[in-house]
Antibody, heavy 114, light 110 residues
Framework: EVQLVESGGGLVQPGGSLRLSCAAS????????MHWVRQPTGKGLEWVSA???????YYAASVKGRFTISREDAKNSFFLQMNSLTAGDTAVYYC????????WGQGTLVTVSS | QSALTQPASVSGSPGQSITISCTGT?????????VSWYQQYPGKAPKLMIY???NRPSGVSNRFSGSKSGNTASLTISGLQAEDEADYYC??????????FGGGTKVTVL
């Protein structure tokens, strides 16, 4: 069974940092590109970042230069390092598999507030 | 990259058909076959309903279908049922190798 489990969310002050993790199981992780998608409470989905199987990375303009995506295939995991956080980054962050997001995690809540 | 344009809400009676549009540009929707659609219930993760414009994953009802014309993709739900009441989002690949979502459409079954 395919599973994606996010962790690392929480409350952080503006300007702070947080590292999200997504642990994958039930499939050959190294053969899939992986994505982060976020959703502010009561609002729509926003694509955040992606990492390809070769480690190529892509970012939304709103996070470029502040967020860094990485993966560790040996641990079937990928990550999102978030720096210089602002209130606008407050959202549930989902990890999703592959080009079509056929599988999603349950989401982890990131709250940026003083 | 601006969000793709979806109607904020669409409604229909049980048994009817409804169509949700998703309008972008030639740099996203119009330029690629990489358009997919998701259904989301409150408090839940999204679920893939259509991928690559008009393909249905196994397990998704054939009442859901997708299409594209120019810069606009569409999701049609036929034989509307109460369980179809949810939020629906489109997403497209872009010319800068990023992705962009639509703003979402709330479907109400009257």
């Amino acid at each position: 069974e395919v599973q994606l489990v996010e962790s690392g969310g929480g409350l952080v002050q503006p300007g702070g940092s947080l590292r999200l993790s997504c642990a994958a199981s039930g499939f050959t992780f190294s053969t899939y590109d992986m994505h982060w998608v976020r959703q502010p409470t009561g609002k729509g989905l926003e694509w955040v970042s992606a990492i390809g199987t070769a480690g190529d990375t892509y970012y939304a303009a709103s996070v470029k230069g502040r967020f860094t995506i990485s993966r560790e295939d040996a641990k079937n995991s990928f990550f999102l390092q978030m720096n210089s956080l602002t209130a606008g980054d407050t959202a549930v962050y989902y990890c999703a598999r592959g080009s079509w997001y056929e599988y999603w995690g349950q989401g982890t809540l990131v709250t940026v507030s003083s | 990259q601006s969000a793709l344009t979806q109607p904020a809400s669409v409604s229909g009676s049980p048994g009817q058909s409804i169509t949700i549009s998703c309008t972008g540009t030639s740099s996203d929707v119009g330029g690629y076959k990489y358009v997919s659609w998701y259904q989301q219930y409150p408090g839940k993760a999204p679920k893939l309903m259509i991928y690559e414009v008009n393909n249905r994953p196994s397990g998704v009802s054939n009442r859901f279908s997708g299409s594209k014309s120019g810069n606009t993709a569409s999701l049609t739900i036929s034989g509307l049922q109460a369980e179809d009441e949810a939020d629906y989002y489109c997403i497209s690949h872009t010319s800068s190798s990023t992705r962009v979502f639509g703003g979402g459409t709330k479907v109400t079954v009257l």
